[in-house]
C-alpha cells in the first residue's frame, strides 16, 4: 500500500487540484446566482400575491425549478452529458463540470433568494408603494436590500453545497479534489491521501463558512 506524504502532497498535488476545485466553484456560483436571482425575482413578482400576478409563469417556473432539484447530482451529472458536450464541446474536465453544477445549482439559489424575499416585512412593502414607488423599485430597493442578510448566508450554504458537487464531479472525468481521492487515494489504496483530501475538504468549508458568516454580520 501506497503511503504518500504530506509532503509531496502539498507540492505536487495540492496545488492544482485546489485551483481546479476554486475554478469549479466560483464559475458555477457567479452564473447560478445570476439565474438563481432572476427565476426568483419572476416567482416573487408573479406569485398570487405578487406585485404582478400570472398563475400561469409562476406555476410553470415553479415546476421547472422543483423539477431540477429532485434530480440527485451524480444522476443530473451523467443525463446531461450530451447537453454538457454540446455546449462546452466536451463531456469531461473542470470546465465541463460547470454545465451540470451550475444546473444543478441555480434552482437551489432561486428557492433561497425566493424564500428571502418572501420573508420581507409587508408594511415595507405596502410603505414603498404609498410613496409611488414603481415595481422595480420595490423590488431593487426595498425587498432586495432588506433580505440581503438572508441571500448572502443562502449562498454561503449554496457554495458548500457547490464544493461537494465538485468533489462528485471530479469522480467522473473533472479534475479537482475528488479526482485526487479517486486517483490518488482510493485506486492507489493510499489512505494517507484520502484523509489529506477530507482535511482540505474540512479547511475549505470553514474559510467559505467564515467568510459567509462575517458578510451576514456586516449587512445586518
Known amino acids: 500500500m501506497n503511503k504518500t506524504s504530506l509532503y509531496t502532497y502539498l507540492t505536487e498535488i ?5 485551483l481546479q476545485t476554486l ?3 466560483v464559475v458555477p456560483t457567479i452564473i447560478a446566482t445570476v439565474l438563481g436571482f432572476i427565476m426568483a425575482i419572476i416567482l416573487v413578482i408573479t ?3 405578487g406585485l404582478k400576478p400570472n398563475k400561469t409563469i409562476y406555476s410553470i417556473l415553479g415546476f421547472i ?3 431540477v432539484r429532485s434530480f440527485p447530482f451524480i444522476i443530473l451529472l451523467v443525463a446531461l452529458i450530451p447537453f454538457t458536450r454540446f455546449v462546452v464541446g466536451t463531456g469531461i474536465g473542470e470546465t465541463a463540470a460547470i454545465v451540470p453544477i451550475t444546473v ?5 439559489i432561486a428557492r433561497i433568494i425566493e424564500n428571502a424575499l418572501n420573508e420581507v416585512n409587508e408594511g415595507l412593502i405596502e410603505a414603498a408603494r404609498s410613496f409611488g414607488a414603481t415595481k422595480s423599485q420595490i423590488i431593487f430597493k426595498v425587498m432586495i436590500k432588506e433580505a440581503m442578510p438572508s441571500i448572502v448566508s443562502g449562498i454561503t450554504l449554496s457554495i458548500i453545497t457547490i464544493l461537494g458537487c465538485t468533489a ?5 472525468g473533472a479534475g479537482g479534489l475528488g479526482k485526487v481521492a479517486i486517483a490518488y487515494g482510493y485506486q492507489r489504496f493510499d489512505n494517507s491521501v484520502m484523509i489529506y483530501v477530507v482535511i482540505t475538504l474540512i479547511i475549505l468549508v470553514q474559510l467559505i463558512q467564515s467568510l459567509g458568516d462575517f458578510a451576514y454580520k456586516k449587512l445586518k
Open 104 to 108: 444543478a445549482a441555480a434552482p437551489f
Open 23 to 25: 475554478y469549479m466553484i
Open 168 to 172: 462528485m464531479a471530479g469522480t467522473v
Open 65 to 67: 425549478v422543483n423539477i
Open 14 to 18: 495540492l496545488g492544482e487540484a485546489l
Open 47 to 49: 406569485k398570487p400575491k
